[in-house]
Every structure is written in C-alpha cells, then in structure tokens.
C-alpha cells in the first residue's frame, strides 16, 4: 500500500513546509502559522472527496492504455493538473476578465486577494455550464451505451442502454437541462450560461472525434505490422477530463481562503493523491475485481456535473458535492463486494442475469 502513496506523502510533507514557512512569513505568529496550515490540510481532503471518482475513470481509461502513455499521464498530466489547473487556470480567468497581463495578474492575486477572488467568482457562470456539461456528456455516455450489459442500478441503465438507440439522445437531454436552467438566470448569465454549456458538449464531442480518428489510424498501422504507441487520445481526453473536475474545487476553495499560494498548496496535495489513487487502482486491477465501482464514479460524475450546472443559480456548499459522490462510491462498492460473495466463481452470464 505505501509504494503507491509514498510519493504524495512527500510531496504532502514538502508542500506543508512550504505552507508553515509561508504562515509565519505572512503572519509572523504561530497560531497564524497554523491556521493556515489547517486551511491547506482541509483544501487537500476536499479535493480528494471531490476527485475519487475522478481516480475510478482515470483508471478505467489508463487501463486500455500502454505504459509509456501511463508513465506520460502520470507525470506529465500531473504538471498540468497542479501548475496548470490549480494556478494558471485562475490566473487567467483574472487577466482575460480584467483585462490585465499575466504579470499583473500574479501582483493582484498576492496584493489584492479580495479582488482576485471577486473576479475569479464572477467568471463562476461560465464555468459552471461548461465544466458541468462536459462531466455530464462524460457520465451519460457511460450508460447511454447499447453494448453495456453490465448493470448496477438496472431499472434505469438498461432503460438508459436502449435509449442509446436513438443517436444524440444524450445530448438532446442535456441541451434542455441546460436550457431550462438557464431560464432561472439574468438575461446576459443566460447567455453566458448557454454558450459555455453548448462549449463544453462540443468539446466533448471533439475529444470522442479525435480519439476516435487516432485509433482508426494505429489499428491501420497495426494491420501493416507498424509498432503502435497508443494512448495519445486518451492523454488528452483524460486531461481535460481532470480540468473539469477541478473548475469546482478551484471556484470551492475561495470559501476557505482568497490566498493563491494556500490554493494552490491544498488542492495540489489533493491532486497528487488522485493520482497516487488512480496508480493503484490500474495496478491492482480493482475496477475488473469490484463489479459495480465504475458505475457508482459514472453517477457520480454525473450528480457532479448536475450540481455544476444548478451552482450557476443555487449555491451548493462543496461538502454536500463531496458527500454525494462518497455516498455513490461507497455504495457501489457494498454492491460489488455483495455480489463477490454471492458469485465468487467470477463473472458468468448466469450471475449477470442473476444480480
């Protein structure tokens, strides 16, 4: 168990120095000192509540992907997790919506918190419809799938499995969930609204298409006995998969504090234990072990995009987020774990009717 969190535990180590050195610096006591290590620590659960299910699809996807793309996502898509996500990703929102450069973005987050966090909050429209209907294309199209034989909840995914039939029916049921939550907004975050979430279903749509086009191209060069190195379709959707995942927890964390540098140390420990999570998981081989584990990520990507989409109106505290995706995980795995002991010979089709 350690050697797949022994990385994170050291990174957490050097992150909570640099922290402690930064509280004192800031505040020159230590109490000051430990408040704001104890706003570091609770950022860093709150990622990881947010981000399991995160882990749990990473996983599935990292598992039809070779090792040198593994490696690739693990290291590389950790750069752009941390530094990308958690620091330049608000960074930006400040100078595109300020009309600042990037330099001058990075003198207001340190010397102006309040009006950073201001600023970064008011992009939250916006981010929300397109953060929110991309998890919600990537969890629909899990169970708008007419393959899938595998159900956990099976008055719903089978039905779900059959509406698969008729093309874009995911889609269309997302373009009216948006619209009709626009309908509770001001005119210009309607629109706002509208276009970020018509964004992210194109996005989405975008990452399927170029995924698609790379393996029709290493399947042809397969068939003339070319060595192929996949997984560069998978490298990107999972990227930008973890971006959408972290809109909420970067937006969530100014609840806590307006502070960059305490952000970016919270979620980043957060982020590495995803990944130390997501490691263990392919190595392991649980999604194959545990039947049900995958389903419960996808609803809970799912209910994640759902809230993302309903925070552009309501204001939905990130622990009740947290504790709705923990819930369906946890659930799932009782589900799974019920369903070894009653067909411990493995997975026949006999136990799929069965269960």
């Known amino acids: 168990m350690l050697r797949f969190y022994k990385g994170s535990i050291l990174f957490t180590l050097v992150c909570l120095a640099l922290a402690a050195w930064y509280g004192w610096h800031q505040t020159g006591t230590i109490s ?7 706003i570091v620590v609770v950022l860093s659960i709150l990622e990881v509540s947010l981000s399991f299910d ?6 599935s996807v990292l ?18 997790a941390v530094f990308g996500m958690r620091i330049v990703f608000p960074l930006a929102i400040v100078a595109i919506a300020a009309g600042l450069g990037p330099m001058e973005a990075v003198n207001l987050s340190l010397n102006d918190p309040g009006r950073y966090e201001a600023i970064v909050s008011s992009a939250h429209v916006g981010i929300a419809g397109f953060g929110g209907a991309f998890l919600a294309m990537v969890g629909l199209s899990f169970f708008f799938d007419g393959e899938k034989d595998v159900h956990w909840i099976e008055w719903i995914e089978a039905r779900l499995a059959r509406f698969s039939n008729i093309k874009a029916a995911e889609i269309a ?3 009216v969930a948006i619209y009709l939550i626009s309908r509770m907004l001001p005119a210009q975050d309607a629109l706002t609204f509208m ?9 989405f749509i975008a990452v399927e298409a170029l995924g698609t086009v790379l393996e029709m191209r290493e ?3 397969a068939a003339q006995g070319a060595v192929v190195r996949s997984g560069l379709g998978g490298f990107l959707y999972l990227n930008i998969l973890d971006a959408s995942f972290s809109f909420d927890g970067v937006i969530g964390a100014f609840a806590l504090s307006n502070n960059m540098i305490i952000i970016a140390l919270g979620l980043s420990i957060g982020a590495m234990f995803v990944r130390s999570m997501t490691i263990h998981l392919v190595q392991k081989g649980t999604l194959a072990e545990y039947r049900y584990l995958e389903h419960g990520a996808f609803w809970a990507i799912i209910a994640l995009g759902g809230i993302m989409l309903f925070s552009a109106r309501f204001h939905i505290p990130e622990t009740v987020t947290g504790l709705i995706g923990a819930v369906l995980i946890g659930v799932s795995l009782a589900w799974s774990i019920r369903h070894k002991r009653r067909f411990p010979d493995g997975e026949l089709e006999s136990a799929v009717r069965a269960d």
């Open 32 to 38: 000051g000192m430990l408040g704001l290590l104890w």
């Open 54 to 59: 995160n882990a749990v699809v990473n996983a």
């Open 173 to 175: 049921l997302l373009l």
């Open 63 to 80: 598992e039809d992907m070779d090792a040198v793309w593994q490696r690739r996502f693990l290291t590389w898509g950790m750069v752009i």
């Open 219 to 221: 399947e042809a060069l």
């Open 195 to 203: 276009v970020s979430g018509t964004l992210g279903i194109v996005t």
